[in-house]
């Protein structure tokens, strides 16, 4: 079993910057791809961004691309979620999971571990 805790949210300004963190419990979080996810008020779950086990494959979304950039450091068993130039429309409530297949890396249901999530507040 993998634990997974996100850190790093809080309250931003359209146009800041903030990074977020996934902590894993366990050395083998490194055979693991990882994502972020996120959820606003009165709206699904989406896709943000993911990362292959070794940090050689990313994709993102397109109202994410070119802003955020995720990325990993399996030394320190970490994920990371780097948010820059935040808009208003990027508050939600962000969730780091790990265990899908790149194939489906895009949809939730194929992750096998999710943290608690970790609030994003942008505001105009």
Avoid: H
Avoid at 59 to 80: E, H, P, Q, W
């Amino acid at each position: 079993q993998v634990l997974l805790v996100e850190s790093g949210g809080g309250l931003v300004q359209a146009g800041g910057s903030l990074r977020l963190s996934c902590a894993a419990s366990r050395r083998t979080f490194s055979m693991y791809a990882m994502g972020w996810f996120r959820q606003a008020p009165g709206k699904e779950r989406e896709f943000v961004a993911a990362v292959s086990w070794n940090g050689g494959t990313t994709d993102y979304s397109d109202f994410v691309k070119g802003r955020f950039t995720i990325s990993r450091d399996n030394a320190k068993n970490t994920l990371y979620l780097q948010m820059n130039n935040l808009k208003p429309e990027d508050t939600a409530v962000y969730y780091c999971a790990a265990g899908a297949p790149e194939s489906t890396w895009k949809s939730g249901t194929e992750y096998s571990y999710w943290g608690l999530g970790t609030q994003v507040t942008v505001s105009s």
